[in-house]
């Protein structure tokens, strides 16, 4: 299990770095906030993002964590 982890995060991580990527989180904030109005600004619209950059968050942290730790664990190998 630990080997497919690794691998996800890798994965992860790369996907994560591209401009793809950044590009995909411009357009969620901008159908965010055009999607306001809609909704009159209600809590739970607020809510809805909130909760799922939170947890977003978390996860990419966990995921970014793992990858330094493998790099730090390469780096340390081959000085010896």
Not at 40 to 50: E, H, L
């Given at each position: 299990?630990k080997?497919?982890?690794?691998?996800?995060?890798?994965?992860?991580?790369?996907?994560?770095?591209?401009?793809?990527?950044?590009?995909?989180?411009?357009?969620?904030?901008?159908?965010?906030?055009?999607?306001?109005?809609?909704?009159?600004?209600?809590?739970?619209?607020?809510?809805?993002?909130?909760?799922?950059?939170?947890?977003?968050?978390?996860?990419?942290?966990?995921?970014?964590?793992?990858t330094?730790?493998?790099?730090?664990?390469?780096?340390?190998?081959k000085?010896?």
């Open positions: 299990m080997q497919h982890f690794s691998r996800f995060a890798h994965g992860v991580a790369l996907k994560m770095a591209s401009a793809w990527s950044y590009v995909a989180g411009i357009i969620l904030i901008l159908a965010w906030v055009i999607s306001g109005p809609s909704f009159n600004y209600s809590p739970s619209w607020q809510f809805v993002m909130t909760a799922g950059t939170s947890i977003a968050t978390f996860l990419l942290v966990l995921i970014l964590q793992h330094e730790y493998r790099q730090t664990k390469a780096m340390q190998l000085t010896g």
